[in-house]
């Protein structure tokens, strides 16, 4: 008799450990959809797609341009200096294929070897912005492609002078 009683004590024990292992487990009752789950990730996932992007436009003298901007520190920094206001660079001729500018702030920079074209922008010496309507090669920091104008275009744009460019964040 002995021996049967702890024979059910031991079943008891056995089912208490187990339903407590349940308890703290349920993982996978959770992935069967037995217990309903917060799901944190979906909440992160729609605050992001919920948050406006801001995006950094450029325009040359009086046009909008469109430009794919590089995915840099160099252009994290430009974009904060816009973020105070419009930021306006006064470009000059240089070689006979681009324009130069100083921005007014010493910006993060990972110059490399590089051969330019037309519509490319590029940070020079920290502190320049340089605008392509050529070509050339030279050490730079990439910030950006202008996509919708091709060289004639950019030629039009910037061979005929001294030109503005402004950078607003939109």
Known sequence: MKSGRKKI???????????????CGGGRARENGAIPAAA?????????????ETVMNMTIGDTPVTVAWE?????????ALCGQG?????????????????IGSSLPRDDTQTTTQAGDI???SGDQMVVFYGSNAWA????????DQDADGMRALLGGGDVTVTLTME
């Open 86 to 102: 419009p930021l306006t660079i006064q470009l000059h001729m240089y070689g006979g294929f681009e324009q130069v500018g100083d």
């Open 9 to 23: 004590v031991s079943i008891a024990l056995a089912c208490c450990v187990c339903f407590a292992l349940a308890a």
């Open 40 to 52: 944190p990730d979906a909440r992160a996932e729609q605050n992001e797609t919920t948050e406006e």
């Open 71 to 79: 995915d840099n520190a160099s252009v994290e920094a430009l974009k």
């Open 122 to 124: 590029v940070l020079y």
């Open 140 to 147: 730079y920091t990439r910030l950006g492609h202008v996509t």
